[in-house]
C-alpha cells in the first residue's frame, strides 16, 4: 500500500532524552514535513525538505533536528533542549507540481514524564 | 503577521446543514484547503479553492471569495461519523501553508 508510516505511535520520554520519530513514506514524493499539534492551536511547522540532503527550519525549530538521506525517509528528533516537547507530531509528504494537497501520517504521540 | 480565523466549537444536529466558516490575512495566496481530523488521528483531505466560488463534492462543498479574504465549508445531512475538526489551511505567497486552530464539530442525534 502506498502511504507514510510514523512510528512509534505513543512515546513516552523522561526528561533530558533524546528521541527520534521515524517518518518513511512510499508515495514517491519529494516534500517532507513535520508538524506540531497542541489543543486548541493550529498545526505548526518544525522543519521541512523538498529534497534530498537539503532541508529547512519552519516556525519553531528550535529543540528539534532533522535530516534527509533518502527521499523516502525524514527522521525528526527531540533534543533535550526542547523544553516543552509534549505534544502530537504529524509527518506529511506533498508531491511537486499539485494543487498542494498534503498526505499525513498516523502521527506520534509523545508524552515527557 | 498572518492569520487564520475559525470558530472554536461548533454543535449541529444529525440530518442537518452545518456552515464553518474561516477568514484569513496572508501575505499572498495560492490555494485555500480544508482537512477534516478525528479525534487522535491525522488530517484528512476534504477540498482545495483557489479559485472564487463553490466547489461541490458530495455531501460536502467548500467557497472561497478572495477579495473577502473567505471561505465556508458546508455539510449537509449530517452523519454522526462527521464529529470531527475540520481545519482551514492557506499557502501563502511563498508556498508556506498557515493553519487555522480548527474547528471542533459536534453532531448530537
Known amino acids: 500500500d502506498g502511504g507514510i508510516t510514523q512510528s512509534p505511535k505513543y512515546l513516552f520520554r523522561k526528561e533530558g532524552q533524546n528521541v527520534t520519530l521515524s517518518c518513511e513514506q512510499n508515495l514517491n514524493h519529494d516534500a517532507m514535513y513535520w508538524y506540531r499539534q497542541d489543543p486548541g492551536q493550529g498545526l505548526r511547522l518544525i522543519y521541512y525538505?523538498?529534497?534530498?540532503?537539503?532541508?529547512q527550519k519552519g516556525d519553531i525549530a528550535e529543540g528539534y533536528s532533522v535530516s534527509r538521506e533518502k527521499k523516502e525517509s525524514f527522521p525528526l528528533t527531540v533534543t533535550s533542549a526542547q523544553k516543552n516537547p509534549t505534544a502530537f507530531y504529524l509527518c506529511a509528504t506533498r508531491a511537486q507540481g499539485d494543487t498542494g494537497e498534503l498526505f499525513f501520517g498516523e502521527g506520534s504521540r509523545l508524552t515527557v514524564l | 503577521g498572518q492569520n487564520i480565523d475559525q470558530p472554536t466549537e461548533m454543535t449541529a444536529t444529525e440530518g442537518a446543514i452545518v456552515q464553518i466558516n474561516c477568514t484569513y490575512q496572508t501575505s499572498g495566496f495560492n490555494g485555500l484547503f480544508w482537512y477534516q481530523q478525528h479525534a487522535g488521528e491525522a488530517p484528512t483531505f476534504l477540498s482545495y479553492n483557489v479559485l472564487d466560488g463553490l466547489e461541490e463534492k458530495g455531501r460536502f462543498s467548500s467557497f472561497l471569495s478572495r477579495s473577502k479574504g473567505y471561505s465556508y465549508l458546508l455539510l449537509k445531512e449530517l452523519q454522526m461519523k462527521d464529529s470531527a475538526s475540520y481545519l482551514c489551511a492557506v499557502w501563502d505567497s511563498n508556498y508556506q501553508l498557515i493553519w487555522g486552530a480548527g474547528t471542533k464539530l459536534i453532531i448530537k442525534p
Open positions: 525538505s523538498q529534497i534530498v540532503n537539503d532541508f
